[in-house]
């Protein structure tokens, strides 16, 4: 009996009226845990009832704390009849059988009906006393921290980054057992929702245990879904990060401040010990340099105590002494050697993945490319139902566990893995990050896809201790630090210095570098020299599914880029249509990319981040879409142009129509340098050495196809031999695309979107923000649809989607939609549905303004790349390394603020101490502007004051609800809120709803539907976050939404999964203050306090 | 080729307070857009129809499903739907129960039953103010007369506190509570030259001082009905014109204090007794239901149109009254002195107000 679960009932409030003749309620509850059930006494006659009820306690497993969710019922007492259900609250107690989240659960939650929506509210307690458990062979994993986050959390360091994790579930589907002909919708709904709130809980304990097994502590990067695969049963899958963690126990705050912040309440993770690798590092506020642990364990019996230093020191050669000035050659040597050993290292695991998708700086060496995927499985083969699961009696009470299937399940996802694994493998790298499984279902197709950046990790970080805790790099949102004292910035560069190697590479174009062999490509590219460092060899593209990394240097600003098409598609059934969907599949892929291509040289862009592909299946129809984020990469060459070259060069009339686009694809490319401050400093010199710098496209994507009878291909997504990136009108197909590059809709002025976590050049941010779900159904009326009519209302619904987004938000201008994410889904045979979930953050604009006044200054060299962006692209000529040294020769002091440091011939210890020095100053700048940023606050809100409407303003900012029972909770699909910090995780909040309606019209037709059950579904997470006694969900995703209607029963259903961590934030100390003044001269407008 | 489904939710409510007038005004979704779209508001913005659709539907939507909250607006407070930051709340409430004065002088005095709603359609045709809107403010109406009509205490007090409504708008509520109530006669013809706001006055000096709160705020009554043993005593007054020596005592001392002060003193001075006795006649008939109803006509009728048919200034009324009423706490004999200092300085404010076109 290791645990304790009690619960109390307080109260009840706002409750339906159950007796139509008194208008009345006689409401109890029913508590239940596992098997045993509790009842409160019958609260006669009231809608706002008082239990008090004492304490109800459930003496229980861990695993079963872990698997059962605790089940809170309500109900209308009736002497005659049946007693009616009011609604359910499912409590998920995990957050408390960790001693670092939550330690109560407290508060008002709504109850929740699957037909009627919320019907009140309950307050409850529930704790939770657990007793220590030394059995060796438990089946609990109690006390493994769960982050939704893809980052080291804020409050946290990584001690120790174990490796990838991944567990699934399989179990038969309540909704399509025999018993749910006979009964009632509801009944089924719930069998249902606890059936899969069962599944995750139980997911999470296994993977837990993979994790003790491995030595960690918590995952991040937690990932999972659903597979809903009707006939053939429900699938719950999770993939993550296994790492051991450690808390800050001087949380971050600024040297000059000391630590009062610091809640004192905060429980201290046991830290372990004298094993604690770097003490003298990890001792108070973290610096940019100073660096707790932060290594792999090579193996799963590699214990915690062994990522101590004296192992570092044994696996980091003594050559590297020293020898950090060493240009590349003589590096060489030594890079291999040491690269060998992380790669063994990395090997040793079976899969070197990390669903984390941002990492300290440095933390990459060296980034491939884009690997991904996919195969198309059939379900009814595998559906053979197993009886005697050994868990099933606890999962479905008709017991018909279907015990086969998740080694099925496994085997495929094993081999999308392997295949994951031997692409990255090929592109020279070792490890893939920012990987991500998902899956598409239509009938009994199913699509699996899997994706990640192929990418080589520092050895530095692999053996070393020698890691920045997540928490600090990202300055546009914390408050810088700065070493408290001289001689602690002094051993870090001791330590950094002792490293050699690759770090030699200069942080912000180091990434970049290709991790692959030059003559040994693994595909034909074109590569040059990198602009930044002029050392080492860049591709000229680069796609990515990671984060911008914080040490990139960019230049302008990113935007979102989205590729979207339809392919229609025969019905079919059973093998056949496997078989026409994975011949699809591969000019989907090829399409999409050549779209994402041409895209984002359309914007003058150079690299993606945040790829995000998605291929979902329909009965008639293949919908593809891929988002990311673009950018331009400094280190990388300045993007060409895109040429049009006409079939028949006879006919002139044609070939002004040529000359036509072509010059309006120009145009724009010049617009859209002009939108994202694209003006890169080296492409004057670049144009030296060759007019044309990078006349070749080539892909970094790889990705194949298994059909279900596991063949395999290849597809090369490179463009071949062309030379130039000329796109042939030669047919209708061409045109079509040129018009839906042209006709993509510029964001409107003062909005800026992305679909990663931060806008690359974007850091003032304000602390208004809104986060929002909005979703669309489009029905295709017209049966006789081509490929390019369909692409076009595709595009044309996701073009709309944004603008309407851009016009709903508008008075939160200048803002940024960040983390836009997309999901679509073909529901129904002529449907296509669209769902977005992002978070829309305003700024302050005086930073684009200085950005804008700098643009200017570099009109000049503006003009010099429109120049060269004429030329034709015929005249492409090698950029030859000779010419390049030259180039870096007369390149005086470039943008990149580093790359002296690379080309100094001495630079070891000065050069990291020049490094430092600038990085400290760069820290003290942007706190100057933060600063600045703040005081800015109050003159544009003195300014904005005289505004007829004060809305856009109240929009802009939640307050604290001053005496009103309940509490502000924020919800964001970031790692983090901008201004504040985050002092506490309080567990993961992963929620499955089921809604279902027979009154479809009543309740305002579908969107009336709908409507109300996002609103109730945030509502829900909302209060039991605050419940958790959190005031903010971070890194939120609504993972799924599933929506099926039948308008002419007047009956639609909907399943809406989200998840997130439950976090409490506090202001920073110095927005406190600035918000202080600013109610001070504005009561009107007072900015968040913390709750 | 159609939008099936169009929904945008954000985890703060985002509401519009141009949309959400638009919505309280009764505009069907189709008009409240193009009303939109031509405002000229989104002009610079340069949307399509389509887009501004979409947004007005989600906003009318969640209007829709915020309305059962603002029935009883303090669930507002703390329901867990929408996170709403309480200005807003505040506005929208505030906004709700608002109402438009010709639509409530249609109202006042009317019985708040279901058979009401027949009239609407009427009023709305009358008025111009769309007949949703007109719903929504008769049920407003019909809301805070049920829950207020049972309460003790202050009326006002009640309908600010159940409703979190402003104060002056809490006084209008009491006004249509007390009217609605009392049922007094509004809708004659002869009254139709008065405003909802002179009623609202008149309403508010009623509840001041004519019931059974006013004398004794610890009284544990309700302060919709006029006090009973008050009215009872009003009886009394018509010794003021029963009495024969006394109504000329009490007409030579007005006259001594106005001559020479008032233009129309000749009038005053030949129908001082008919005014006198219109006066005491209305007091001491307040003790039947249908003369309390009455209360405002007989006003016009009796008092008001004479003083209007000799064209007496509002200066001049006045004064009159200000005099008629103290001078005669100079009748040695006439010993109700509280009871007519009670009654006449409602009725002097009263018809002061009413005293006009």
């Known amino acids: 009996m290791p645990g304790k679960l009690k619960a109390k009932i307080v109260a009840g409030r706002h409750l339906p009226v159950m007796d139509r003749a008194s208008d009345l309620t006689d409401a109890f509850v029913e508590v239940k845990f596992g098997n045993t059930t509790f009842k409160t006494d019958v609260y006669p006659k009231s809608l706002n009832p008082q239990w008090n009820s004492g304490w109800f306690k459930f003496e229980v497993d861990d695993e079963d704390l872990q698997d059962e969710p605790l089940q809170i019922t309500v109900l209308d007492h009736d002497t005659y009849s049946a007693n009616d259900a009011i609604g359910k609250v499912y409590i998920d107690i995990d957050p408390l059988l960790c001693s670092e989240a939550a330690t109560v659960i407290s508060g008002w939650l709504p109850i929740y009906d699957t037909i009627h929506g919320i019907r009140g509210e309950i307050n409850v307690l529930v704790k939770v006393d657990l007793f220590n458990d030394l ?120 040297a000059q401040h000391t630590a009062n912040s610091s809640p004192s309440k905060d429980i201290r993770e046991p830290v372990f010990g004298e094993e604690c690798p770097c003490n003298p590092l990890s001792s108070g506020p973290s610096t940019p340099l100073r660096a707790p642990a932060f290594s792999f364990s090579p193996s799963k019996s590699y214990s915690r105590q062994s990522s101590s230093s004296d192992t570092d020191i044994s696996l980091t050669p003594k050559t590297g002494m020293g020898s950090g000035g060493s240009a590349g050659k003589e590096a060489g040597p030594l890079k291999t050697l040491l690269r060998q050993q992380t790669q063994t290292a990395l090997e040793q695991r079976e899969f070197p993945f990390f669903t984390l998708s941002s990492f300290p700086p440095g933390f990459l060496s060296h980034v491939g490319g884009v690997v991904s995927a996919r195969s198309v499985k059939l379900l009814d083969r595998i559906h053979n139902p197993a009886l005697g699961s050994s868990r099933s009696y606890k999962l479905l009470d008709w017991n018909s566990g279907t015990a086969d299937e998740p080694e099925t399940r496994d085997a495929w996802w094993e081999e999308l893995r392997q295949e994951i694994k031997s692409h990255a493998k090929a592109l020279g790298c070792h490890a893939v990050v920012g990987y991500s499984e998902s899956t598409s279902i239509c009938e009994e197709v199913c699509i699996l896809s899997a994706a990640g950046t192929a990418a080589v990790l520092n050895c530095r970080f692999l053996q070393e201790s020698c890691q920045d805790t997540l928490t600090e790099h990202r300055l546009s949102r914390q408050l810088p630090l700065f070493p408290s004292g001289s001689d602690k910035v002094e051993f870090d560069l001791g330590s950094s210095a002792s490293l050699g190697c690759e770090d030699l590479a200069p942080p912000g174009c180091g990434f970049c570098h290709i991790p692959y062999d030059e003559l040994n490509m693994p595909f034909p590219a074109q590569l040059s020299y990198c602009c930044c460092c002029r050392r080492a060899k860049v591709p000229d593209v680069l796609f990515t599914t990671i984060d911008l990394p914080t040490e990139a240097t960019i230049t302008g600003k990113g935007c979102l880029i989205q590729a979207r098409l339809c392919r229609l598609k025969k019905k079919g059934q059973g093998e056949a249509n496997a078989t026409c969907i994975s011949s699809l599949l591969p000019f989907m892929e090829y399409e999409l990319h050549t779209q994402l291509l041409n895209k984002l040289k359309l914007r003058g862009m150079n690299a993606l981040f945040g790829l995000r592909i998605q291929i979902s299946v329909g009965e008639n129809m293949l919908v593809g879409l891929a988002s990311a984020t673009g950018v331009y990469l400094s280190a990388l060459p300045s993007p060409g142009g895109i040429q049009i070259a006409g079939k028949n060069p006879g006919d002139l009339s044609y070939e002004q129509h040529v000359s036509n686009m072509q010059r309006k694809i120009n145009d724009t490319i010049t617009k859209n340098r002009d939108i994202y401050q694209i003006n890169p400093p080296e492409v004057v010199e670049e144009v030296i050495g060759s007019p044309i710098p990078e006349p070749r496209q080539r892909s970094r994507l790889f990705r194949s196809q298994s059909e279900s009878s596991d063949e395999l291909s290849e597809l090369d997504l490179s463009h071949g031999k062309k030379d130039a990136f000329v796109l042939e009108i030669d047919d209708t197909d061409a045109v079509e695309d040129i018009h839906c590059l042209l006709t993509d809709a510029p964001t409107p002025p003062g909005f800026f979107s992305c679909n990663t976590e931060i806008m690359p050049g974007i850091h003032n941010w304000t602390s208004g923000l809104q986060m929002f779900t909005s979703v669309r159904v489009f029905r295709l009326s017209n049966a006789n649809l081509t490929n390019q009519g369909l692409n076009k209302i595709f595009n044309e619904l996701c073009e709309n989607l944004l603008k309407s987004l851009y016009f709903k938000l508008r008075s939160m201008v200048p803002c940024c939609l960040c983390h836009l994410n997309f999901a679509v889904a073909v529901p129904e045979d002529e ?40 030329f034709p692209m015929e005249l492409s000529a090698e950029t030859t390394p000779a010419q390049l040294l030259s180039a870096a020769k007369n390149s005086g002091p470039s943008d990149c603020s580093t790359s002296g440091l690379a080309r100094a011939p001495s630079v070891d210890y000065s050069s990291f101490a020049d490094r430092c020095s600038t990085w400290i100053e760069q820290l003290r700048l942007r706190a100057h502007t933060i600063r600045r940023g703040s005081i800015k606050t109050t003159s544009s809100l003195e300014r904005g004051s005289p505004l007829p409407d004060g809305r856009s303003r109240s929009l802009r900012s939640t307050r604290s609800f001053h005496g009103s029972s309940v509490a502000v909770v924020k919800m964001t699909p970031l790692s983090f809120i901008p201004g504040a910090k985050i002092i506490k995780y309080l567990g993961i909040i992963n929620m499955f709803f089921i809604r279902e309606t027979t009154s479809l019209r009543e309740e305002g037709g579908v969107s009336g539907f709908l409507h109300t059950f996002i609103a109730e579904v945030f509502a829900m997470v909302r209060a039991h976050v605050a419940a958790l006694g959190g005031n903010a969900v971070v890194s939120y995703s609504m993972k799924e939404c599933v929506f099926m209607e039948n308008p002419n029963k007047n009956q639609a259903q909907c399943l809406i999964n989200v998840s997130g961590d439950a976090v409490i934030f506090t202001r920073e100390t110095d927005l406190e203050t600035s918000s202080t003044q600013l109610q001070a001269a504005n009561p009107q407008s007072n900015e968040d306090t913390p709750a | 080729m159609s939008v099936e489904l169009e929904v945008f939710v954000g985890n703060n409510t985002m509401m519009d307070e141009d949309v959400y007038q638009l919505w309280l005004d009764g505009y069907a979704v189709n008009d409240a857009v193009r009303l939109r779209m031509e405002a000229g508001e989104l002009r610079d913005c340069d949307v399509s129809t389509d887009v501004v659709l979409s947004d007005t539907m989600d906003q009318f939507r969640t209007f829709q499903m915020c309305e059962k909250l603002l029935h009883s607006p303090s669930k507002l407070a703390n329901q867990l739907l929408f996170q709403i930051p309480p200005q807003k709340q505040a506005m929208m409430i505030e906004r709700y129960y608002q109402f438009d004065r010709p639509f409530a002088r249609e ?236 009654y006449m300085g409602v009725i002097k404010s009263c018809v002061l107000k009413m005293y006009h076109d």
């Open chain 1, 831 to 870: 449907l296509i549905q669209v769902a977005v979930t992002a978070v829309a953050m305003s700024f302050h604009k005086d930073q684009i303004q200085d950005s804008n006044k700098s643009g200017e200054d570099r009109t000049a060299m503006k003009v010099i790349t429109e120049d060269q962006l004429q």
């Open chain 2, 107 to 342: 109202v006042l005095g009317k019985k708040l039953s279901k058979g009401m709603k027949k009239d609407l359609d009427d009023i709305s045709s009358k008025t111009g103010i769309l007949v949703k809107s007109c719903r929504r403010q008769f049920d407003n109406f019909k809301r805070v007369f049920k829950v207020v009509e049972e309460l003790q205490g202050p009326l006002v007090d009640n309908v600010q506190r159940h409703f979190l409504v402003s104060d002056s708008l809490a006084k209008d509520y009491a006004a249509i509570v007390f009217f609605a109530n009392s049922r007094f006669e509004t809708g004659k013809r002869k009254l139709q030259y008065l405003s909802f706001q002179d009623f609202a006055f008149c309403a508010g000096q009623l509840i001041s001082y004519w019931t059974v709160g006013a004398v004794d705020k610890m009284m544990e009554d309700i302060d919709v009905d006029l006090e009973k043993e008050f009215l009872h005593n009003l009886k009394d007054l018509k010794v003021l014109i029963n009495n024969k020596d006394m109504l000329d005592q009490h007409k030579s001392l007005v006259c001594a204090q106005l001559r020479g002060r008032i233009k129309v003193f000749s009038e005053m001075d030949a129908n001082f007794k008919n005014l006198s006795r219109a006066l005491v006649n209305i007091a001491a008939n307040l003790t039947h239901n249908k003369d309390v109803r009455d209360l405002f006509i007989d006003l016009v009728e009796k008092f008001i149109e004479p003083c209007k048919s000799d064209k007496w200034p509002v200066g001049d009324l006045r004064l009159f009254l200000t005099h008629y009423t103290s001078t005669a706490h100079m009748l040695e004999t006439f010993r109700y002195k509280p009871i007519w200092d009670r």
């Open chain 1, 135 to 254: 059995n060796r062979f438990r089946q609990s994993s109690c006390g493994v921290k769960f982050f939704c986050t893809t980052s080291i959390p804020r409050c946290y360091r990584a001690v120790m980054v174990h490796g990838f994790v991944e567990e699934l579930v399989v179990n038969e589907d309540p909704e399509y057992q025999w018993i749910d002909r006979i009964r009632t919708p509801r009944a089924s709904n719930e069998a249902r929702q606890r059936l899969i709130s069962l599944m995750s809980g139980e997911l999470q304990r296994k993977i837990g245990l993979k994790v003790l097994e491995m030595g960690g502590n918590a995952v991040v990067g937690y990932l999972q879904c659903f597979d809903l695969e009707g006939e053939s049963g429900i699938v719950v899958r999770a993939i993550g990060t296994a790492c051991t963690l450690e808390k800050l126990t001087n949380p971050p705050s600024n």
